[in-house]
């Protein structure tokens, strides 16, 4: 199990630019930070390299947990790769829904691919409201319904860092204050949130600015 | 072991869903077959000694046709970072995906093959030896053209690149394939062609996934 995620002066840039240097973050068990910055400031860069997909220029990005960790342990240091597939979920602007398939069939998929329990899933469904929309082909479902089936499919297979890129944008007030409520069971729960944000994040959070353009 | 079962129930419905994609395939490779004879003449004597030559060249050419729905669809719509976050590595990824490509392609592919011999004049007994080649053929495709779409990946018109990235690495399994059925037919033993292609397939199963994944993360980036 995750614990904690550990960035050391890391160095970003896409093509020729520059996006940050010598950035510096430390997230444990139950912390959330709110990634703040203009557009293009690099948050979702962040979140990307966090995630995997970036290779960064310079810095590290170090994962540890391990049955040995606990309150103010933070347990052996887990190898990437590993730590990332079984501990790491990316909830970005695109949802990676087909449009031809039902909502029920890339929910079950995304489910089981990214080792979610029958159990969480149908407790996810419940949460969320899903039922009425599983039946739907994905195309059909407007951008909030979509965010809606992406955030069941963080409950529905339990992962310790959620990595959030403008979570709350597309959902209406009713949505934001349940998906809050998910976000403040799953830090009391142990786990870690990074999220990017233009408006404040609704739990307790760190701010990190990442600034304007570099 | 679930995750492998996901992913292939997803890989298969996605190719059948919306539009029978198999079948396109099946049907372009017929009519493939079908302008030889307008374009070559309709003469028995000039048809029958290339119809295993050319209608490995129809398979090899109806191959390329769902390549690029292999990842790039899945790139698009941010599909690929879920299945890169999966809980197998994604070298197997890429492996499960080619190998659905086979079944939901190459092995419809390989029923057709027989048909697409036959109506240019191949002799009768070599409707079995035909569709084995394919089907062994078709692996090789399914992995060749895996990695040739992930190294296509991200670029504009990418299906055309596809296809100028993976027809050589087709030319083995078109000559060792096609070789068995000319062999076969000239009374020879086809053996040697089909390990040759079977050795092929084997290169490729072992490459592709590993370089295919390493295309990917590049894409990613």
Known sequence: ML????????????????????????LSAGEAVALTGANGAGKTSLLRAVAGFIRPDAGTITFSGGPNAGPGLDGEALEPETARREGVHLLGHLEGLKPTRTARQEFDFQTAWLGGNPAARDAAIARLSLTPLLDLETRKLSAGQKRRLSLARLIAAPRALWLLDEPLAPLDERWRAVAAELMAAHLASGGLILAAVHDPLPVSARSLDLGGLA | MRAVRVLFGRELSLAWGGGGGPLLACGFMLCLTAILPLAAGGDPRVLAPAASGASWMALALASLLSLERLFERDLEDGALDLLTLGSLPLEATVAIKAVAQWLATGLPLALAAPVAALALGQQAHLIGLTALAAAIGGLGFAFTGALGAALALGARRGGLLIAVVVLPLFIPPVVFGAGALTRAADGGDPLSALALLSAYVLFAMVIAPVAGAAAIRNAQG
């Open chain 1, 3 to 26: 614990k904690t995620v550990d960035i050391q002066s890391l160095s970003l840039s896409r093509g020729e630019r520059l996006l940050f240097q010598g950035l510096s973050l430390r």
